[in-house]
């Protein structure tokens, strides 16, 4: 019997070289001053970091202030509903290119539009897709999957195992944060391995090594 294995990989980084910047030339008095990066010795130092919590109420209270200013100011322009209009018909438009990401004999793309707003990934015949009329297979709907499990989850791509590219690492966010919870999807069957690699949420990413090998590089913690 084969286990699943779990790697962890811990690679140090490495400093490049110094670059001259463009205003070396400059004299101390004539150089443009430049705006002072936040240098916090502790991470509590941070008064910020709280934002770092996209779902929390206060972060989205903040977001939402902020967005009301914008759109203040942005409505007030009398050109406003006619360029959003504009811009909602071309981003909901069936007429749109999928945008083809090649694997073996098939195509498969990742769409958006007004029935799918968290967006479909599917696969179609690379053969149908260069006719220009092809049937899709849908993979995975997303807009279903967040309904079904309560969650606002976004799609952030998906590692496939070569050669055969039937098996991926699923990755999806809450929200559209960094941090993405992984989970092994089986391409062929369209659906999640009930007994395949799930990681927690977390900042990081996957690399196959072999169907029952897996490469992670994560945060785990302190």
Known sequence: ?????????????????????????QTAKNRPKRAAKPS??????????WLEAVDSEEALAFVRSQN???????????????????ALTILNSSERIADPALAGRSVRNFWQDEAHVRGLWR????????????????LLDVDALAASENENWVFQGA???????????????????????????SIREARFIDDGFILPESKGATAWFDPNTLLVG?????
């Open 218 to 222: 994560v945060d785990f913690g302190p």
């Open 68 to 86: 009301g200013r914008s759109l203040e100011t942005l409505e007030a322009d009398p050109r406003f509903k006619t360029l959003q209009e504009e």
């Open 1 to 25: 019997m084969m286990f699943k294995k779990l790697v962890s990989l811990f690679g140090g980084a490495q400093r490049g070289g110094e670059q001259t910047p463009s205003n070396a030339g």
């Open 40 to 49: 916090f010795a502790r991470p509590g130092d941070d008064p910020y970091a």
């Open 123 to 138: 696969e179609a015949d690379l053969r149908a897709y260069l006719t220009g009329v092809p049937k899709w297979r849908t």
């Open 159 to 185: 590692d496939v195992l070569a050669p055969e590219l039937d098996r991926a690492m699923v990755s999806l966010s809450r929200g559209g944060a960094d941090a993405a919870v992984r989970r092994e999807f």
